[in-house]
């Protein structure tokens, strides 16, 4: 039998003070703004994968700080089913673009660049909501 199942990948949020975090504009396709993160590879954890991700997009070795949320909708990227686990990390130094991600910026969560791809406005919103508006967006009805 041939299965088709979703494919796992991770997204980060690395944090920076003054309500700030890191977003990476896309080279690939769907263009716009994003998390760092990417697929999962065989063999690997989540949280190498995120690690891993976040360097090879950031060029900043990320300490996590905790797993925030899996997101699950089959329709949060275009290309396939995914299934994403979002982690919250810190970093030092300064963010160089690489791999496939066209740039990268500090942003504030006040003032994001747009569009954003995938369901990161919604992850974005859920992490602003819990982080500083002392709400868990994750405690009601699904």
């Keep these: ?23 990476i504009e896309r080279e690939n396709l769907p ?3 994003a998390l760092p993160g990417g697929f999962v590879d065989y063999g690997e ?21 905790q797993q925030f949320h899996t997101y699950s909708d089959p329709d949060r990227d275009p ?3 995914t299934i994403t686990t979002v982690f919250i990390a810190s970093a030092e130094g300064t963010p160089v673009s690489a791999s496939d991600a066209k740039s990268c910026r500090i942003v504030s ?3 994001l660049p747009g569009p954003l791809v995938f369901d990161h406005e919604r ?3 859920d992490y ?3 982080r500083y ?3 868990d967006p994750f405690s009601g009805p699904l």
């Design 1 to 23: 039998m041939d299965y088709k199942n979703p494919v796992p990948t991770v997204d980060i949020i690395i944090e920076w003070e003054g309500r700030r975090i890191l977003l």
């Design 31 to 33: 263009h716009g703004w």
């Design 45 to 65: 954890s989540l949280e190498n994968a995120a690690i891993r991700e976040a360097r090879e997009e950031t060029g900043l070795k990320v300490k996590l700080s």
């Design 79 to 81: 290309r396939q089913h």
């Design 109 to 111: 969560l006040d003032k």
């Design 123 to 125: 992850i974005i919103e």
């Design 128 to 130: 602003r909501r819990f």
């Design 133 to 135: 508006g002392g709400e």
